[in-house]
């Protein structure tokens, strides 16, 4: 965790306090901040994975770290679980009456999930997928105060092995769903620049590889809805696809015959 303190409504520039603290074992995080008896202040919080976060963050110096302008790293991958992040406020009205903050996500996590029978029948044809990449129109910016993302861009999440459960030889069972739908890519993304909007839409191709890289199926997405702290699940035979074919037969010899005369 990394918070920071402002004196209140005094959102910019550099906090009064900033500084790091460690999970506890019941999962939650304690910290004691010092406050003149009399003034108001405001808390920012961000709960991160310290070995490999989605932001640029900067573990030495808390100070180097600004939660009203939070950045995307540059080399974003897909498939990486420990971008998951949780956010929170806590303003000065709320100080003296409950110290208890509760963060959400500031991310919309999104599933590309496909079928078994999707998966047996490229496993079938010597393509089996092995990595997934994920290009999408969306924020790089995060404010912790305001809630806002913001400068919309074209991202990247390059491609990386789809996610395995460690002692499984084949793709993971997506259990969140009633029927059996496995991972090819997931990906965490800030959403929309309205925290209080419902969702917003964003154009997203999503690309599936073979152990050759060699690409197997690309799904291009016209305004896939995201929402702050909800899943995304894009769902279906994502990988291949059936065409049908009509087959006849022309009896008829070629005109004229080719005649041997002895």
Known sequence: LVYAMYEEDQRTGEPLVT??????ADGTFKINVTM??????????LAYNEENPAFDINSQEAK????NELKLRTDLKANKESYDAFVGMLDSHGIMDENIVTLTRPF????????????????????EVTTSKLVISAPDTYNVFTGEATHSVELTYDASAIILDKDATDYPKNEKFNTEYYYLTLAYVLAGDNPYAPSSNHNATFEFYRQDNKLVSQLDIVSLPLQRNY????????LTKSEGYTISID????????????
Request: net charge neutral; hydrophobic share 45%.
């Open 19 to 24: 500084n790091f603290a460690d999970r506890q």
């Open 36 to 45: 003149a008896k009399n003034i108001k202040y405001d808390l920012l919080f």
């Open 64 to 67: 180097a770290n600004n939660l």
């Open 108 to 127: 919309a996590q999104i599933n590309a999930v496909t079928t078994a029978d999707d998966l047996a029948a490229v496993k079938g044809l010597k393509s």
């Open 231 to 238: 899943r995304t699940n894009v769902m279906g035979d994502l």
């Open 251 to 262: 009896a008829n010899f070629g005109e004229k015959d080719n005649n041997l005369v002895l």
